[in-house]
Every structure is written in C-alpha cells, then in structure tokens.
Nanobody, 118 residues
Framework: VQLQASGGGLVQAGGSLRLSCAASGPRFNTYIVGWFRQAPGKEREFVARIMWSGGSKSYSDSVKGRFTIFGDSVKNTVDLQMNNLKPEDTAVYYC????????????WGQGTQVTVSS
C-alpha cells in the first residue's frame, strides 16, 4: 500500500484547509485510516481516524469540533477537513493506514506541511 498525502499549505488563523490521502493498492474499505501530525521539536501525535467498515470516527481532543475526517469510496481517498485553524495546528501531517486487526498503523504517507500564521 502506498499513501500519498496532499493539500497542505499556508493559511491564516481561523482559515481552513483540506488534506487528502490517496492510496494505491488495496482499497481502503478493509482498513483503518488515520491522520497524524508532528510539529517541530515534538513527537508525532494522533489527529483523527476512520474505520471504513461501519464509519466509526475518532478525534483528538485538540481538534474535535474543528476537524472532520471522511472517506470517498469511489476515489479511495480519506480527507481531513480542517476548519478554524490555529497556529498550534502547524505541523507536518501524515496519513497512515492499517489492516483491521493489525494493531498498529502499518503504512505511512510522506507528509504534507500545514502552516498556520497568527
């Protein structure tokens, strides 16, 4: 499975960006797909995930209510809509996927930079 993250950029605080994760290989419908981020000098942290089967979604407390994760089964993509962005959201964002039952995220994209200016 190869993952390609895109959609990052520079935005002012309060603005919005939409990230997209495209997969080549097996379709996402048997996977859990997640978004993570890593800010300079900090550890990578969980942002959101979606369990394709059943549509279960979860978010970190820091983004809940502002970010939405959703999948497109036709395009085989998982997008992260980010609204009301804050400077502390600045980070490299990564998408990742795992087969259901794998217990850990197995496949990782290359990351896309999101910069939020104050």
């Amino acid at each position: 499975v190869q993952l390609q993250a895109s959609g990052g950029g520079l935005v002012q605080a309060g603005g919005s960006l939409r990230l997209s994760c495209a997969a080549s290989g097996p379709r996402f419908n048997t996977y859990i797909v997640g978004w993570f981020r890593q800010a300079p000098g900090k550890e990578r942290e969980f942002v959101a995930r979606i369990m394709w089967s059943g549509g279960s979604k979860s978010y970190s407390d820091s983004v809940k209510g502002r970010f939405t994760i959703f999948g497109d089964s036709v395009k085989n993509t998982v997008d992260l809509q980010m609204n009301n962005l804050k400077p502390e959201d600045t980070a490299v964002y990564y998408c990742a996927s795992q087969r259901i039952g794998a217990g850990r995220f197995e496949y990782w994209g290359q990351g896309t930079q999101v910069t939020v200016s104050s």
